[in-house]
């Protein structure tokens, strides 16, 4: 078993920034593909960003293009979401993920965590 615990969320002026962090243990964080998806009220979940296993190749949905970075530490078995020029669309539960490969299914992805609130005030 994975266990993924999110943490960064919280309240936000538009055009403010946030740092999300998902704290991954139980196996070996290097060997997975990392992911964040968001589900706004009334939504689906929808793909955020994706990061490959050595973090060689990421992934962004268009509307976070330029603003969001995904990264990893494979060292401390973390994954970063950095949230730059937030707006209130941005507004929504996020979500870290781990799977064996970079898909914007969220059926695909085999580990959850629970989720952190990100609110953006306009």
């Known amino acids: 078993q994975v266990q993924l615990v999110e943490s960064g969320g919280g309240l936000v002026q538009a055009g403010g920034s946030l740092r999300l962090s998902c704290a991954v243990s139980?196996?070996?964080?290097?060997?997975?593909?990392m992911g964040w998806f968001r589900q706004a009220p009334g939504k689906e979940r929808e793909f955020v960003a994706a990061?490959?296993?050595?973090?060689?190749?990421?992934d962004y949905t268009d509307s976070v293009k330029g603003r969001f970075t995904i990264s990893r530490d494979n060292a401390k078995n973390t994954l970063y979401l950095q949230m730059n020029s937030l707006n209130s669309e941005d507004t929504a539960v996020y979500y870290c993920?781990?799977?064996?490969?970079?898909?914007?299914?969220?059926?695909?992805?085999?580990?959850w965590g629970q989720g952190t609130q990100v609110t953006v005030s306009s």
């Open positions: 139980g196996r070996t964080f290097s060997n997975y593909a």
């Open positions: 990061i490959r296993w050595n973090g060689g190749s990421t």
């Open positions: 993920a781990a799977g064996r490969t970079i898909t914007a299914s969220s059926y695909a992805w085999n580990y």
